[in-house]
């Protein structure tokens, strides 16, 4: 949108206050700005004028921003308009407070022209048009009544975001909530579409695998429980990829690549003794698999002990005298490298 057709509304009840971002904002190149001295005013100025852009301080008698903010959420025709709030002072709880409210930002007093552009044009940036922003405010409407026990108020929020927008997150939601309901299929069918959006969502993976559980699916659990660990560990999330491997390990002890990830991880976090017990789990499994005797001569390089490093490069060269990674590494330790 260009800068000559943008309408800011400039709410504060300090009359040198609202000068100064009148300025400010004309000095950006944007021309139309409508002022408002309390929550009250401005919302009777919202409802019969265009404006595209609220800036509003926190603090005023006559109704604050937080609460002109959540009049606006409730309005739809005013859900969409941008609100960059004004305070003296932002901790943690309020960070929190007007982000549930659904603010596009916040800016701490005193401020300069040249922060206040920033800030205005980081929030436009993010402004795709307003159906994502009221898909985004029916999203933070759903989380809000999901945390609170609504369930069903929280399923109508999301179902009206994936009207305007389809969302991976959103369709989790949906299918944690029908878990819950114990509504089986249609949280797999919820969990599905989340993955099919975003085929990295580790966690709709690992929720899958519980749903197929109380199912009585245990094949499908599994696949689903290391299809999770294997994209929490290429995301380095070794604690979450440990969670999901085991598990996965509950319904097949003998799933040897599982163990061998495993391994990967406890050797990542430098405790050598248990990345050597899931590698020797997998040995038990498979003793014929040259790159599980490599991965346990690394844990034994990476804890000091040379001895049974060789010792397990060598094994794994009796497997696959061509094994070229064990050869490199059998000469780098004999070079001292």
């Known amino acids: 949108m260009a800068k000559e057709s943008l309408v800011f509304l400039v709410v504060d009840d300090i009359p040198t206050v609202r000068r100064t971002i ?21 919302y009777r100025v919202l409802k019969s004028k265009k404006v595209d852009f609220v800036i509003c301080d926190w603090y005023m008698e006559q109704m604050n921003g937080i609460a002109l903010l959540k009049v606006m959420m409730a309005d739809p025709q005013l859900d969409h308009i941008p609100f960059l709030l004004v305070t003296g002072e932002m901790d ?10 659904g603010v596009s930002g916040y800016i701490i007093k005193p401020f300069t022209s040249k922060v206040l552009k920033e800030k205005i044009e980081s929030i436009l940036n993010r402004q795709e048009n307003p159906k994502d922003i009221r898909a985004n405010r029916h999203y933070i409407k759903g989380r809000e009544n999901l945390e609170s026990g609504r369930y069903d108020e929280a399923l109508k929020e999301f179902n009206k975001a994936l009207n305007t927008y389809k969302s991976a997150e959103v369709y989790y939601n949906i299918g944690y909530i029908k878990s819950l309901q114990k509504k089986y299929d249609e ?20 929720s899958m695998g519980e749903v197929y559980l109380k199912k009585g699916m245990p094949n499908e659990a599994e696949e689903s429980f290391k299809k999770a660990g294997e994209i929490y560990m290429m995301k380095d999330m070794s604690d979450e990829a440990e969670l999901a491997f085991q598990e996965a390990l509950k319904i097949d002890p003998n799933t040897i690549n599982i163990y061998n990830s495993l391994g990967i991880i406890y050797r990542k976090r430098g405790d050598y ?7 020797q789990r997998a040995l038990k499994i498979d003793p014929s698999d040259e790159n599980i005797y490599f991965n346990m001569a690394r844990a034994y390089v990476e804890a000091d002990d040379i001895p049974n490093a060789m010792r397990f490069l060598e094994d794994s060269l009796k497997i696959n005298p061509e094994f070229s990674l064990a050869k490199e590494m059998i000469r780098e330790l004999k070079e001292g490298v």
Do not use: H, P, S, W
């Open 22 to 42: 009148r300025v400010f904002i004309n000095d950006m190149g944007y021309k139309d700005v409508l002022e408002a001295n309390d929550g009250t005013t401005a």
């Open 92 to 101: 943690l709880q309020k960070v929190i407070e007007a982000g549930k409210a």
């Open 187 to 206: 949280a797999l069918y919820a969990f599905r579409k989340a993955v099919e959006i975003n085929n990295l969502f580790a966690k709709a993976y690992r």
């Open 273 to 279: 003794e248990k990345a050597i017990a899931q590698y």
